[in-house]
Structures are given as structure tokens and as C-alpha cells.
């Protein structure tokens, strides 16, 4: 029987991502995996987590925001200054660039040539706001509840981490109409732990991947049984 999971942040660690899907024994033929977004930057291997993660048969992206800023980069040919000081430069190293560092040029809008597979490209560009699947929410960063979920900016869905900051700091849930609600964006190791925080339905898995001490987390999103990475 196939079964759903979801991944958090995942930046660029190929190694963590292999470790929680061998530990999880995800088929990825049947089973279905939903990723929060940021599959990219700080980590080294960008390039590798995205030809593995195009293996999997059933596969849904949110959008995060640093898949934000490659998209961007897919659009303009431009690489961001902003982009490459929040791990950008790891990424574009990934695809095979070296000489990203001249940021005094990159801020003056200098094109940096990059080949970016098509493959690569539809899969950033596959990516979802938000995605809903049998009364379960998966956004990158947050949501308004008083807003209608398809008029929730991309401030809010992508950036926005005052809503979980608030919920850790009160303990207390936001009223929602949603079975579960996943989240990533902001992470647990801010917190002072690398496990996964539950806050009433909302489960946010952003471990610190891509960060010296931080974890990759795997979720099973029926029975919330999670693997890590080492």
C-alpha cells in the first residue's frame, strides 16, 4: 500500500536526503513524497537532490524561497546578490559555475551564465504555493487563516515567520480548519532543537537542514513517524 510522506528543508543536502529515505524505506515508485520547498542553496549538492528527487514517481513541490530566487535567475539570467550571500552560490557551483564571487559585479546586474536543465527548470517551475490533500495543508513558511487560502500573498505563504514564531511563543494554536497543516521556512534549531515542533495540528519540519548542526527531516504524514538525517 502506498503511503504519503513529507520532507522539510531540504538545502542542498543530498547525503541527509538518501539517509531519510533509505531509513524511511520510501518506494519511490508508489509512495507519494510532498516537500516544503527550499530543496536548494547552502548545502553542496543542489544539483544531486534534484536528479534524485526527479526519480520519484509521485512528487509534489511547494514553493519556497529560494526556489523563488533560482527562478528568478531561470528569468533573468541575473544572479541576485541577495541570492548568492543565503547559499546561491553553493547552488550555482552545484550546476557547474566557479566564478560567482565577484559580488561588487553581481550587484551591478552582471549576467552569469548558467546551464540550468530543462528538467531542472520545470521542476522549480512545477512548484505550488500551497498544496491540500484529504483536509491536510503543506505551505512553505505560513498561512493567514482569515484569508481565503488562494488569496494569501506569496509574502505570507513563502517568507512570512511571525505566525510559528508566535505559536512557539505562546504555545498556542491558530485556529484553522485544517486536520494537519505542515510547515517549513523557519527553523527548529532557532529553537534550540533539531526534532520537529507540534503546536496543536501544525508540525513544522524544518530541522536546520543545509546548517552546521541542523537535521534533514522525513515525516509519515498518517502516522507522524519521522526519520532523520545523521
Not at 120 to 145: D, M, T, W
Not at 193 to 207: C, E, H, S, Y
Request: with cysteine.
Amino acid at each position: 500500500m502506498s503511503q504519503t510522506f513529507v520532507l522539510g528543508d531540504i538545502h542542498g543536502n543530498y547525503s541527509g536526503l538518501v539517509q531519510c529515505l533509505e531509513q524511511s524505506k520510501f518506494d519511490i515508485e508508489n509512495d507519494e513524497l510532498i516537500i516544503l520547498g527550499d530543496v536548494i542553496d547552502r548545502g553542496d549538492d543542489s544539483f544531486r537532490c534534484v536528479e534524485l528527487l526527479l526519480k520519484i514517481k509521485d512528487l509534489i513541490l511547494i514553493r519556497g524561497s529560494h526556489e523563488i530566487f533560482i527562478l528568478d535567475r531561470i528569468k533573468t539570467n541575473i544572479a541576485s546578490l541577495t541570492w548568492l550571500v543565503n547559499g546561491g552560490d553553493k547552488t550555482l557551483q552545484s550546476y557547474g559555475i566557479e566564478d560567482t564571487y565577484k559580488f561588487e559585479q553581481i550587484s551591478k546586474g552582471t549576467r552569469i551564465q548558467c546551464d540550468i536543465p530543462l528538467r531542472h527548470r520545470r521542476f522549480y517551475e512545477s512548484s505550488k504555493r500551497y498544496y491540500v490533500e484529504e483536509n491536510s495543508l503543506f505551505v512553505h513558511a505560513a498561512f493567514s487563516p482569515d484569508v481565503q487560502l488562494k488569496n494569501n500573498s506569496d509574502k505570507t505563504l513563502l517568507w512570512d515567520r511571525t505566525m510559528f514564531e508566535n505559536m512557539e511563543r505562546t504555545k498556542t494554536p491558530i485556529n484553522n480548519t485544517f486536520e494537519n497543516v505542515f510547515i517549513g521556512h523557519t527553523p527548529t534549531i532557532n529553537f534550540g532543537t533539531t526534532k520537529p515542533i507540534n503546536i496543536g495540528n501544525l508540525w513544522n519540519l524544518d530541522t536546520g537542514s543545509g546548517y552546521k548542526d541542523g537535521l534533514l527531516t522525513l515525516m509519515n504524514v498518517s502516522t507522524k513517524e519521522y526519520w532523520q538525517s545523521k
